[in-house]
């Protein structure tokens, strides 16, 4: 308990170091008592914390020489990505109406602790070259800074998937977009289109955050693309070319 005295009035703390989890709540006892001669308000006041975070069951009271009243002091942080994990400095303090100058006061400090939560989008951007480009976001709504590791990987490992940057590093809030590509390992020369399934590991740096699995697909083109209505034409050209070539083959072996 931290005590202290300004002549007329004084002020007792039961704990002046608290810790919080964001979402949660904390809580401490503050005693303010009159030791003046004469009857006066005494008000209560929280500085160094956003005035959101803080509630006094008791703000200030009318006390007779030697009564003294109690407040709870309850903190309590939102668990967004602007509640830092830090430790903050804040004072309690306590005023006498009467006598504007005399104050007490009693520093204390709040320990935030980290919470984890991230969010990932993925989004197509174009094909072009053999290759497919998209763009992976990832937003840290943490209280923490996290550094991210990515994994891509296809269920027939026919892909190559590259990251830049390969690790992205976000401060709490922060938002990144990871550029992606995706690169089939064999592309064919002509034919039906085809699909790959793939997916996308987001694994943050601290254990207590869960990884992210972001499904996403690919669709691959052949280089030469062929109308429907061409189709049998080019089959027949190619069965005639071929017919050619076995003919020539033989006259030249004779």
Known sequence: MIKSDAKILELEVARERLIVVPGAETKTTVRVRNAGDQMDVFALTIEGLDRDWWELSVNSALLFPGDAFASTLT?????????????????????????????????GTLEVRPFYDFATELNFLHFEAGSGSYTLTVNNMSNAELTF???????????RINFDPESPRLAPGAITDVAV???????RLAGPSRTHEFTL??????????????????????????????????VGAVVAAAVIAAGVIFWLSR
């Open 75 to 107: 903190i309590k942080c939102p668990k967004n990505s602007y509640a830092r994990a830090t430790t903050y400095q804040f004072a309690i303090t306590v005023n006498s109406q009467r006598t504007p100058a005399a104050e007490s006061r009693v520093d």
């Open 181 to 187: 590509a995706i690169k089939p390992l064999w592309w």
């Open 201 to 234: 590991k987001v694994l943050p740096s601290h254990r207590w955050a869960e990884p992210e699995f972001v499904p996403g697909q690919l669709e691959v083109r052949p280089r030469i693309t062929v109308p429907g209505w061409a189709a049998p034409t080019l």
């Open 149 to 159: 590791s990515l994994e891509g990987n296809d269920p027939e490992d026919e892909l």
